[in-house]
């Protein structure tokens, strides 16, 4: 009869970023440890609050079954002598896999014929198993921060205070540190203070709803969204969306609560991002907006329970509010009093990274490049580009920014249109940060897009130039999100950059800092090794668009010009899975090959059309030749649909090339020009993509 299992760790509140992570973490170490013990169960879930990290197992097995296994011993020549007896050798194998030598086996292996035997694990009860797999998994989670108490040895994120194992209504045993397993929860902290008894596993889920926890972190979260949209509808406006808060509260409170409060509206005149970042980044308070958008004085704040004095309550959260709003309004003020342009100096004495020099000299090369780049790419003022890389991070020394760096470019922004700046190198300042993730706006404008190229560039180069790229899951320089935000700003702004120019001159500019530093053995150079970063990035940003292998066939043809490789993949994609592809491509891939094999053996130069031979071979090359002018026209204008189905119309005169003509003559001039036909043929579809590379039956 199929049972239910669970698991619940209880602790002092864990920081909200900490309970999804552990929830995965949790779940993937159970059922982890159910696969290698072979206990079959059904569906696995996870529950999470402040306080609590929970795993519930439905249709848990009585015990696993017998396993009948086959393991290799030592060879037969070792297991038998000349006579055929038995040696030690098969008497200890036999021995250990408690089996007689009469019943040994004889199997066939690549290293020769070796004794074997059969022999069986024995199933065991699913509580025994159980309290393996849980002990394992709780005593295996793993977080950013730890800490210990008490006298205990171990660590955890928080103080662990409880922990609930049960099969059915058996206690499974776990030991984590001074606490012991049982079937005594908590719910509800303020509400429900009285500890709970648990009979059985499946009695969790309803002393959680009558002990006011909504542990589904789902249901939490669509609680919360729903009362705060209704809480700010009552204020008179709507909610500012806010996902990344929206989640960091479903993970602050068991029950949520809102309570609607109000600012003085004199703080109105801060900008919006200061106040929001105020109501936000210290007080998890939730903005209203009026039909426009703009910032009305009420916030929303929630509660872990329901406020009996809301008065009382609202006076408490106004008045911590207040003084932080004040506090922004000192900054803003204080920020002010002396022009961004005279804070570039303060730059030299803030270290960006030890081996590459302050901010200053970061944002010198930032300026070179973002130059270089205006003039490749023929967009943005140069004017306005140059100036804005020279304010773009003097706000890091501002006091606002010291207290919110998350308003770095948003206060640099606002102090530049104070001090008479452009509107747009204002604008640049601010976004040449964006866009911060792959879901964010890019720019709006060509002078922020140009130097957030120039920024990003440089920190690439710059920190795969001291040999600290990323390594597995560790990206310290967040080099990942830098190389995607490129990506995006040049496909996304249709920049057509030579991106390995512009590497190459983001290492020209770094040069100075990069002498001397010593590199691994074998290593390829900066500039091969930021480019195979960018390769990877592609891979994965364009996995949702098309095939692994056409991707890779569309890279391998080359990607300098990004758009360029994005439109010959939109273009190729469609056609690969069409009828007919596959024998396209079969016979492009042969070309290929027989290019790849034989045009380091033929000097260069043009097809002699003089010695072609009447028939299949000379119908090829005036094939060729028709098909090449409109060819070059198509991929000159960006058409490389069309420039597909033109390289695609030689597969005829190919196929019969082929079948009538013998591509590798023994007459040497023959031989070459035929080789140097199918080489032109080849370089015109490899303009578009490596046909050898895609996987076609």
């Not at 602790?11 to 159970?30: G, H, I, M, Q, Y």
């Not at 249709?59 to 070792?78: K, M, Q």
């Not at 035997?117 to 198993?129: F, I, N």
């Not at 490789?565 to 994609?573: E, G, K, M, V």
Request: charged share 25%; net charge negative.
């Amino acid at each position: 009869m199929a049972s239910e299992a669970l698991l619940e760790i209880g602790c002092e509140e864990l920081p909200a970023s900490f309970v999804e992570p552990a929830l995965a973490a949790l779940k993937l170490a159970v059922v982890s440890g159910l696969e290698a013990r072979r206990l079959p169960h059904g569906k696995v879930e996870t529950f999470g609050t402040p306080r609590r990290l929970v795993v519930t197992l439905a249709d848990v097995a009585g015990g696993s079954a017998d396993l009948e296994r086959e393991v290799t011993g030592p060879p037969v020549r070792a297991g038998f002598d000349k006579d055929g007896q038995p040696t030690r050798a098969a008497q200890k194998f036999a021995e250990s896999a408690g089996v007689t030598v009469e019943q040994l086996l004889r199997v066939e292996t690549p290293k020769g014929e070796y004794l074997a035997a059969k022999v069986t694990d024995a199933g065991r009860p699913a509580l025994a198993l159980l309290a393996e797999v849980f002990s394992e998994a709780v005593h295996g989670l793993e977080f950013r921060k730890s800490m210990r108490w008490g006298d205990v040895e171990l660590t955890f994120a928080r103080p662990v205070q409880w922990i609930v194992a049960l099969l059915d209504e058996e206690v499974v045993p776990v030991v984590m540190g001074d606490v012991r397993s049982g079937r005594v929860t908590r719910a509800h902290r303020f509400l429900t203070p009285e500890p709970i008894t648990l009979d059985a596993a499946k009695a969790w889920a309803s002393a959680m709803e009558q002990g006011h926890v909504i542990a589904d972190v789902e249901a939490r979260r669509a609680l919360l969204e729903q009362r705060v949209q209704d809480a700010a509808a009552r204020a008179g406006g709507t909610l500012l969306e806010d996902r990344e808060l929206l989640n960091q509260v479903t993970h602050l409170v068991e029950l949520p609560n809102p309570v609607i409060g109000s600012f003085d509206p004199r703080h109105l005149d801060l900008p919006p991002e200061v106040l929001v970042q105020e109501m936000r980044g210290h007080q998890r308070y939730f903005s209203v907006v009026d039909a426009q958008g703009k910032l009305l004085p009420k916030f929303i704040a929630v509660s872990n329970t329901p406020v009996r004095d809301e008065g009382l309550s609202l006076r408490g959260y106004e008045r911590v509010l207040e003084a932080r709003l004040s506090d922004g309004r000192f900054f803003f003020d204080e920020d002010r009093r002396q022009p961004l342009e005279s804070r570039v100096d303060a730059l030299s004495r803030v270290v960006w990274q030890g081996k590459l020099g302050t901010y200053a000299e970061k944002s010198e090369r930032i300026a070179a490049l973002a130059g270089w780049l205006c003039a490749q790419v023929g967009k943005g003022d140069p004017a306005h580009v140059a100036r804005a890389a020279k304010l773009a991070k003097a706000d890091l020394v501002t006091g606002m920014v010291g207290e919110f760096p998350e308003l770095q470019g948003v206060m640099g922004r606002e102090y530049a249109r104070a001090d008479g700046e452009p509107e747009a190198v204002a604008l640049a300042i601010h976004e040449h940060y964006l866009p911060k993730s792959a879901q964010d706006a890019l720019p709006t404008a060509d002078e922020g897009a140009l130097v957030g190229l120039a920024d990003r560039l440089d920190t690439l180069v710059g920190i795969f130039g001291i040999g600290q790229g990323p390594s597995g899951a560790a990206d310290p320089f967040a080099l990942r999100r830098a190389c995607l935000a490129v990506i995006h700003l040049i496909l996304g702004r249709g920049y057509r950059l030579d991106l390995p120019a512009a590497i190459a001159e983001s290492r020209r500019l770094l040069a100075p800092k990069l002498e001397g530093v010593k590199r691994k053995a074998g290593a390829p150079d900066v500039e091969a090794e930021v480019l195979e970063f960018f390769r990877g990035r592609l891979k994965a940003d364009w996995a949702d668009e098309a095939r692994a292998d056409v991707i890779e066939s569309v890279l391998s043809a080359g990607f300098g010009d990004l758009v360029d490789a994005h439109q010959r993949l939109i273009a190729l994609a469609p056609r690969v899975g069409s009828p007919g592809f596959a024998p396209l491509a079969g016979t492009f891939k042969r070309v290929a090959n027989i290019v790849a094999k034989q045009a380091k053996d033929v000097a260069p130069g043009e097809v002699d059309p003089s010695i072609l031979e009447d028939g299949a071979e000379r119908d090829l090359a005036e094939a060729v030749e028709a098909v090449s002018g409109r060819f070059n026209a198509q991929l000159e204008q960006g058409a490389h649909g069309p420039a597909l189905d033109e390289v695609s119309a030689l597969k005829p005169a190919v196929d019969r090339f082929f079948d009538d003509v013998m591509v590798m003559a023994e007459d040497r001039a023959m031989r070459e020009n035929r080789v140097r036909l199918l080489i032109r043929i080849g370089a015109m579809f490899g303009r578009v993509a490596d046909f050898s590379k895609l996987q076609v039956e």
